[in-house]
């Protein structure tokens, strides 16, 4: 009986241009992903930057709101002590001076009102901040797993990048639910 020759050197051939096919598209997967995740990287690193510029503006506001407090306060107290030494020497004391010394303390009130608003925005900020530079860490690790993957050919890298990347999407809106 004679052997049945079956051309496997074509076979091999058309394999082996088969799966360097296919490593070329999951490579251009993996690269496809990362861009992705840099995309997102950095809108989120714009953003935790912005927040963080917010945060220190707003505290600075606040800083002079408590001086101006201050300031207020130390009138007041020079025109308190100026009626306290004219009812030392009885002498009625000057009823502007009075009214200046009520109007002083209400204004104490106002700014402390708009300093402790401007403290709260300040720390709303920064924690805008600190959620969305998380979520910047978590792209950039997702990013570098992505190019290991790609060099090292392994598949369960790429999953665990786009995981993390997934990850780091969440914390990012997360931070836009909490404005």
């Known amino acids: 009986m004679e052997e049945i020759e079956v051309p496997t050197e074509h076979l091999h051939e058309h394999l082996q241009e088969t799966a ?3 490593a070329e598209r ?10 992705i995740l840099s995309v ?10 912005h927040y963080a510029n917010e945060a220190m503006v707003e505290q600075m506001q606040a800083s002079d709101q408590w001086a101006y407090y201050q300031a207020k ?3 007041s107290a020079i025109v308190e ?14 009823e502007k001076d009075i009214e200046k010394v009520a109007k002083y303390k209400e204004e104490q009130s106002e700014i402390n009102d708009k300093a402790n608003e401007k403290e709260a925005e300040s720390h709303h900020h920064l924690s805008l901040h600190s959620l969305i ?14 190019a290991i993957s790609a060099l090292t050919r392994r598949k369960w ?3 665990g990048s786009m995981g993390l990347g997934i990850a780091g999407s969440i914390l990012f809106t997360l931070a836009f639910l909490s404005i």
Request: proline share 2%; aromatic share 8%.
């Open 157 to 159: 890298m790429w999953y």
């Open 81 to 94: 002590s100026r009626i306290e030494l004219m009812k030392e020497l009885d002498k009625e004391p000057k």
């Open 73 to 75: 306060g130390i009138k």
């Open 133 to 146: 530079s998380r979520s910047v860490t978590v792209f950039q690790v997702s990013i570098a797993l992505c």
């Open 26 to 35: 999951w490579i251009m997967k993996v690269a496809l992903t990362a861009a």
């Open 20 to 22: 360097e096919h296919s």
């Open 40 to 49: 997102l990287a950095a809108i989120a690193a714009l953003l935790a930057g």
